[in-house]
């Protein structure tokens, strides 16, 4: 194991002392617990944010919900917001910069991931069979990941068309390739749901997302937060907090950029089994000072084109501590690493485990370095500006 402390002189340490002063700055804006409480009773009523849920104006709200009752309005081209009807009023609940945070579910998003350890399709055929009793009528409509079906064994990305027994559903594409016994994973895309939290997060200048249950993630979302929001938080809401990662090719999952004080921790993000690539990159990190400490990840693939990764990070200070990589890969042939970074100001990486055997809610991942080995666990490529960076192993 491979501990790497990096101190850095020069341009970035003036971007080091930049984000300590605005950690300090935002310390007067804490709220105190007690309207923290408040708030966070609020929200354990709210109303969870669907479309149909969402009015145009605070006053729509008004008219359509009870006294004491929370609605949420789309004001212009900002986030939506929360309010509280009191007195016959709109009254905007004011989300906590810190504290409880906001549950993911509260923006609308329904943890119901699912993942198939072994499924089977045939060549041209639309007919996905499970090894195990998982479907329902339910899943009608949601997308879903086969890995392997797809032209040249990449992924088949597409949607249930019809739901045959527990054991087998209709896709809505057929296999290009002919797979058995690879894994396969579906849900409600949680996609939306989680821009909209990122979006409230910049809006509030801070906060912490609580992830409460399994989700499914199969388009990329930016928080872009353009140095006006700090102390911004992810971790885990409840008993499971985790994102299962089924993003296209081409797509970044998470984007989190601009932003200090950033930690994510005991959060798990999980690949379909044997899909080669899970999304082009995981977490995908720019200009932020981040923590990462306490996170699995759980059978991720970056086998892919170049510039690919579990987690990216360029002009950052990135702290990572008591991670697990179980099962993960990535490919040596394109270039890519686990953990990969470039143009870093700081680095500091103590007590990550890197296994190639996991097991996810009973899903048993022996690995994917059956598929490729990566180039690096850890790599890291050029020093940001001009100063001197020393590196103590």
Excluded at 198 to 209: E, H, M, N, P, S
Excluded at 214 to 226: A, D, K, M, P
Excluded at 229 to 243: L, Q, S, Y
């Amino acid at each position: 194991m491979t501990n790497v402390t990096i101190n850095v002189s020069g341009p970035g340490a003036d971007l080091a002392a930049g984000f300590a002063k605005n950690a300090d700055a935002s310390a007067g804006d804490v709220k105190t617990a007690t309207a923290r409480a408040d708030i966070a009773a609020d929200l354990s009523v709210a109303t969870p944010l669907t479309l149909p849920n969402v009015y145009a104006t605070s006053a729509a709200g008004l008219a359509a919900v009870a006294e004491n009752a929370t609605f949420w309005a789309q004001l212009g081209s900002g986030s939506p917001r929360l309010y509280r009807k009191v007195n016959g009023l709109a009254e905007m609940i004011g989300l906590p910069a810190s504290g409880a945070g906001v549950a993911l579910s509260a923006y609308g998003a329904v943890a119901d991931a699912k993942i198939v350890q072994f499924a089977s399709i045939a060549l041209g055929s639309a007919l996905l069979t499970a090894n195990a009793a998982i479907f329902s009528a339910a899943d009608i409509g949601k997308p879903i990941r086969v890995a392997q079906a797809g032209p040249n064994s990449t992924n088949l990305d597409t949607t249930i068309a019809d739901f045959i027994s527990t054991t087998q559903v209709s896709l809505a594409a057929t296999a290009q390739t002919a797979v058995a016994n690879v894994g396969a994973s579906f849900g409600t895309p949680a996609g939306p749901a989680l821009q909209l939290a990122l979006d409230d997060i910049k809006a509030r200048r801070g906060g912490t997302l609580l992830i409460d249950g399994f989700y499914f993630l199969n388009t990329g979302v930016e928080g872009s937060f353009q140095s006006l929001a700090d102390n911004v938080r992810i971790t885990t809401g409840g008993e499971v907090g985790a994102i299962l990662i089924a993003c296209p090719a081409a797509v970044k999952a998470i984007q989190l950029t601009s932003v200090s004080q950033l930690l994510i921790d005991n959060l798990q993000f999980v690949g379909t089994p044997l899909a080669q690539l899970d999304s082009f990159r995981v977490l995908d990190l720019s200009s932020v000072e981040a923590e990462i400490k306490d996170v699995k990840f759980i059978g991720l693939g970056a086998i892919g084109p170049e510039g690919a990764a579990v987690l990216y990070h360029t002009s950052s200070l990135i702290r990572l501590s008591g991670n697990k990589c179980y099962g993960c890969s990535a490919a040596s042939g394109q270039a890519t690493s686990i953990f990969d970074g470039e143009n870093w100001i700081g680095y500091t990486s103590q007590g990550n485990e890197f296994i190639d055997h996991g097991n996810f809610q009973g899903i048993d991942y022996t690995g994917k370095l059956g598929l490729a080995f990566p180039l690096a666990w850890e790599r890291l490529r050029q020093c940001e500006g001009s100063g001197h960076c020393a590196v103590q192993q």
